[in-house]
């Protein structure tokens, strides 16, 4: 079993859906946690970053950590085309290296 | 603020050959890692530099090298290619490195095929 776990999709969705991403974690020892986006032929960049259990909102996104359950989350409200992309969640702690999920790939109909 | 540069961002070489993949880092930012990244895999890590030291590895075969200059600059070798390195390398750096805060800022990367 991978430490981080995300359904690769694809995910479509229509213009002005919510969009909700998710993936699951087993490493206990996570501290953080943290939501990439890559466009394709990009290297992937930081979107939101979260410490703690709890909800984190930036704008249209919001990312969610339940650590009781080992869940996260990512909404997207609002969606624009400008957000097809790949998504991919990632968990951390002081012990070592990021561990990346595989990434969900969603695409934004207009 | 300079991103973070890649070099070469493509290139294509053949079973056996060996390649050397370069990355300079946003300036100030001491940690470089480095991440393999393919359809079937995700995004694999290969190794993190910390002020020219490497701080952590992944698990990968010993082909798979890598090295971190004085300016912070860092390059990535891989010896003996075979098909399965065909993916794309991307580079990532951070001020104070992984275990710190885990916030990384990734190059476009450099796509490898291997014929």
């Known amino acids: 079993q991978k430490e981080v776990e995300q359904d690769p999709g694809p995910l479509s969705v229509p213009e002005g859906a919510i969009v909700s991403l998710n993936c699951t974690y087993s490493?206990?020892?996570?501290?953080?946690f943290m939501w990439y986006r890559q466009y394709s032929r990009k290297g992937p960049e930081l979107l939101m970053y979260t410490y703690s259990s709890g909800n984190k909102e930036d704008g249209r996104f919001t990312a969610q950590v339940d650590k009781s359950s080992k869940y996260i989350s990512l909404f997207i409200r609002d969606s624009q085309p400008s957000d097809s992309a790949t998504y991919l969640c990632?968990?951390?702690?002081?012990?070592?290296?990021?561990?990346f999920g595989k990434g969900t790939k969603l695409s934004v109909k207009p | 603020k300079a991103g973070v540069t890649q070099t070469p961002r493509y290139l294509i070489k053949t079973r056996g050959q060996q390649v050397t993949l370069s990355c300079s880092p946003i300036?100030?930012?001491?940690?470089v890692s480095w991440y393999q990244q393919t359809p079937g895999q995700g995004l694999q890590f290969l190794f993190e530099y910390f002020s020219e030291t490497q701080r952590n590895k992944g698990n990968f075969p010993g082909r798979f090298s890598g090295r971190q200059f004085s300016n912070s600059r860092s390059e990535m070798n891989v010896s003996t290619l075979e098909l399965g390195d065909s993916a794309l390398y991307l580079c990532?750096?951070?001020?104070?490195?992984?275990?710190?805060?885990?916030?990384?800022?990734f190059g476009e990367g450099s796509r490898l095929t291997v014929l």
């Open positions: 490493n206990s020892a996570f501290q953080y």
């Open positions: 300036s100030g930012h001491r940690s």
């Open positions: 990632a968990g951390g702690g002081s012990q070592g290296n990021l561990i």
């Open positions: 990532a750096s951070s001020p104070n490195g992984q275990g710190n805060t885990g916030e990384l800022f």
